[in-house]
């Protein structure tokens, strides 16, 4: 039998995330079994918990990073400021960022099936969502952040819905102008209360 070193096992654990968290966006997390999980990540279903306890703890898991990776790739990376809120706003309601479900972003993709998940992943989800919105937050109102949070959570939902609607619709151009709408209503929240 061979024995794998620490960092394998880390390697492989990441993967098995890495794969799941796209596949849970894709085909949700209850069309998603743990044999496909691990064909996916190139492994034996046996190998699945040398990683994990069950299929909730592996869920949990690969929400949280995905959360992470979102606030890391997209809002850590945003300009300061409003032309950060704008960069943000107009790329998470894009027709590519709506046509790329696998590499999109878990709050549009899962949200629903989150709401019925175990305590574990919902805190898990939640706390991933509070450092994304502090990230909105923080560029909505420097000076107070704290005081931007439910301003940028209302963003989050807004957007989030939006998406979800625009990849419901057959109807392309019907599914294109609610992601141009979707903007200026963002835009018109970010932009409240602002003085000019």
Do not use: W
């Amino acid at each position: 039998m061979v024995r794998y070193g620490k960092e394998h096992k880390a390697e492989t654990r990441r993967r098995i995330i890495e794969t799941a968290g796209r596949r849970f966006k894709q085909d949700g997390i209850d069309g998603s079994g743990v044999s496909t999980l691990m064909k996916d990540a190139g492994l034996t279903n046996g190998a699945f918990y040398a990683h994990f306890e069950s299929k909730d703890d592996l869920v949990a898991t690969a929400i949280a990073d995905q959360v992470k990776v979102q606030a890391e790739s997209v809002v850590a990376r945003a300009a300061p400021g409003r032309a950060g809120l704008e960069q943000i706003v107009r790329g998470y309601l894009s027709p590519q960022h709506r046509d790329s479900l696998g590499d999109g972003c878990p709050n549009a993709a899962l949200l629903d099936e989150i709401g019925r998940c175990t305590d574990a992943t919902r805190q898990a989800y939640t706390d991933g969502v509070l450092v994304l919105i502090d990230g909105i937050a923080a560029r909505m109102a420097p000076e107070a952040p704290s005081s931007a949070r439910v301003k940028a959570l209302s963003l989050l939902g807004l957007m989030a819905g939006t998406l979800q609607l625009s990849r419901a619709l057959t109807d392309r151009q019907l599914a294109d102008e609610l992601l141009e709408q979707g903007i200026d209503n963002a835009l018109a929240l970010v932009d409240a209360g602002r003085r000019v």
